[in-house]
Every structure is written in C-alpha cells, then in structure tokens.
C-alpha cells in the first residue's frame, strides 16, 4: 500500500510535562491503522496535531509525499484529514441535515437553500447506506445514529485520511459492526483511517497496523500480524496486568437497594434488587432502558408508578442530591454533561462531592486536606495531569473519566451500607486502568457496598459481576447468578433471539 500520512520526529511540550517526544507515525492508503496507549501516552495530543487543532514544536508531516503545513483545523480538511472526536460535536436542536452540512451550506448570502442542503445530505447518507429522518433533531438519536451523523458529516470533503477517536465507546454490539462494515467499504476507496481505541478485540477485528505510545514515546509499530493480546497490553501499559479474580463474593448481606413493579416512560415494571458486598450486572443494547432505570434510582428522572426500597422502607427519592443523602451515588455515562465541572481544575472536580469532609471550624475549606484525598485518589486512578490545578477541560478521554470515578472514591473512607452505580465504568479507559478500575469496584463490594454497573462490554460485566440482569425494550427479561450465563446467552436474549 501506498505511503499516505508520514510524520517524523514529532515532538510536544507542555508546561511540566512532554507530551510526545520524537514521534514517528505512517500511515498508508486503505489501511485501518490503531493507534493505542493508556490516557497519557500521547494519543490525544498526536491526533491534535494531526488535524491542525495543535502545532507540534518540532517535526514535519506529508501527506502523499508532500510536506504540509498545518496551521489549524480548516488546513487539515482542505488538505483531506478529518476527524471524528469521541465526544459529539453536533448541534444537539439542529436537524440531521443541518448538521451534516454544517459549514457548507447552499444559498446565497445568509439565504439557506433547505431543498439542496436536504438533498445533499441525503445523497451522503445514502453512500453509507443509512435511512435517517434529515429533518429529526439530532438529540432525537441514539448514540449509535449520532456517530454515524458525525461520520456523514467528516464524508462531505472527500477525505484522504479519517482519524476515529474512541468510535465505539457508546455503541452497542450491532451498532459497532455497522460502523466496521463502514469503515471496510471506506478502506476499498483508499481512505486511510487512524483509529484510536482501548477495545483490544476490536483493534484486532479492524485493524491492519499499530502504532503503541507510552510516554509521549513510540514503544513498537508494525502490522498486526506482528502482535497478540498479550504483547500489546504489556507494550502499553509496560507491565503485566493481572486478571481479575472472578470468584462469586462470598459475604453477601442484606438487600440494600430494591424495587417493586418500577416505571417510566422508558422502562416498565422493574423488579431488582441490590445486596450489600455484591455487584450486579445490567446487560441489554443501547436504548434498552439501562441508563434511564439507574437515573430514576438516583432522582434524576421520576418514575410513573412503582416503588423504590432502601433496606426494606419503601422511599421517594425525588432528585440527586436527595439521593446521596440516601448513600446512592452514579457515576454517569456522559462524563462530560453530567459528571465533571469544566470550567474548575482537578482537585475540585475530585472534592466536590465531599466538602463537608474538609470544613473547618469557620466553614473553611482545608487545602491540605482536600490535596491529599485527591492525590490518593490519583494515585489510584492513575489519573496523569500535570498537576491538581489543570483544567478538567484539557484532560484526555479517559483521565476525564477517572476524575468522574475519583471524585466518589474520595468522597467516603467507609463505603458499608452505600450504592453505588455504574454507567459504562470504563468507557474510553485505557487497559491498565480499566483492570484498576474493576479491582477497586470489586473492592466496594468487598467493604460492604452494594454496586449496580451497566455495560455494553460483555466481557466486562462477565468478569465482574456476581449476579446478572437482562434488559429488552424497557423491561427486565431473565435474572440468576453470572455461572447461569454465557456471552453468547445473554447477547441473544439482549438482541431478542
């Protein structure tokens, strides 16, 4: 394959802290190349680089044999790189059609002409083989459309390379094939594609090369045939990762958290029940209802009719703060809208949940104090930011993940009789934190918390769960112990098989 994207001796420095030192990259035309690394390595900061959203302190780029200049993100896609951020970028009330064609709207002057912008749009969906409503409001979709809108709209300029970050952190199993039969068809037109990914199975699945970084420094790159599971997870996180034990909990107590015939709008007649030193799996696809269960467990969204127990007293919990004061806390799946203050630093995103616990006599806060909780809480996250006082803002994917994790870590030191719950715990992590992370969750159970985690990795809810939950079309289909699964039992039942 022809070489397509070459960037030599790329390097980039922070205040306090180099981000990729004397990096090489190639990429080639009609290849599927990932791009790995735990959060911290450089993975970000390349991909920024890459589109122009960054300029690297030294270093140069080619595209097709040709040294290019980036200035900044319109360079990039003049010049045919476009990318796709793990994090949405679309106009939540803007139409499928407006945001596709974002930018490049037809008219004259500030007049849109909407029948061409709609046609337009069309004719891009149509070439991915996708039936959408142009006029739904993109908030309407699932996770899995609005990717696919995001990719439709990266299409418009007939791109030469497409860098994915993070694709299929929010996509269901079925989502997930739809985008990599797109990205097959995509590799036959020639469009390179850097795919950046802590999903090793589907790494394997997609991927041609890969290029690993550890410390702003490339560890190995090469074809894939070069590599196993093994060899990759101790290239990037440079050393083993041992498995978890998976043994089913042996101090199980009393039912901490349970509901009775529970409804909305989004799920109907919910019967489960939660018991401290245990965790407790829900499985089911995208739209199944999962997210919205555990957000009207914790007051976010009310229920219509049924009933909500805590240690046998049935109980209204009418918001989220009501909810913590109940010792329920989430940890939820959109880090960005619902768990992380933007505009503060870390160590306030890390405290914030737990103030009181650092008030002096006065009402005021002790530093020191509030410091070394979210140091700890660092340490055991492995979150790397430069320092406690970096914008949350300018953290990678997954650090902004563990600091949503961290701030409920550090928020008690006796966890016996809390509920804790789960959205996607290890969305956009990288391997070595996410087996971590699992360890620290499996530890809430042991300390006597009762834990409820939904998942759209399988393999991720069969390593860590005690017990199991499936969900379909709104409603709880089959409970029992993780021994009464298989992977492939509960993908059937999810998908209605």
Known sequence: METLLELQGISKIYPGVTALNNVDFTLRSGEVHALLGVNGAGKSTLVKIICGAQPPDSGTIKLQHNLLQINNTADAMRNGIVVVYQERTLIPHFTIAENIMLGLEPGRGQLINRRKLNERADQLLKRLGVELDLNKEVIQLGAGQQQLVDIVRALRTEPKVMVLDEPTAALSQAETKHLFDLLRQFKKQGIGIIFVSHRLDEV????????????????????????????????????????????????????????????????????????????????GMVGAGRTELLETLV???????????????????????????????????????????????????????????????????????????????MDRLRIMPPSLNTPVQSLSGGNKQKVVFGKWLASSDDVRGLIFMFDEPTEGVDVGARADMWVIIRNLAAQGAAVLITSSDLDELMAISDRLYVMRRGQIINEGLKQEFTHDSILQQMMGG
Do not use: C
């Open 204 to 283: 394997f699945e997609i991927s041609d090369s890969m290029t690993i970084l550890r410390d702003g420094h490339v560890v190995s790159s090469g074809p894939i045939s070069e590599y196993t599971p093994a060899r990759v997870t101790q290239d990037i996180v440079g050393r083993s990762v041992a498995k978890l034990e998976t043994t089913p909990t042996l101090n199980i107590g009393a039912v901490l958290l349970e509901t009775q015939n529970l409804s909305s709008a989004e799920f109907q007649g919910v019967n489960l029940k939660i018991n401290s030193g245990e965790v407790v799996g829900l499985a």
């Open 299 to 377: 007051g976010f969204r009310r229920a219509t009719s049924g009933k909500i127990l805590l240690e046998g007293k049935p109980t209204q919990i009418t918001s989220p703060e009501n909810a913590i004061r109940h010792g329920i806390v989430l940890v939820p799946d959109k880090r960005i809208e619902k768990g992380l203050l933007n505009r503060m630093n870390v160590l306030e995103n890390l405290t914030v949940a737990s103030l009181k616990r650092y008030s002096g006599r006065l009402g005021w806060l002790q530093q020191k104090k509030m410091q070394e909780a979210a140091t700890k809480a």
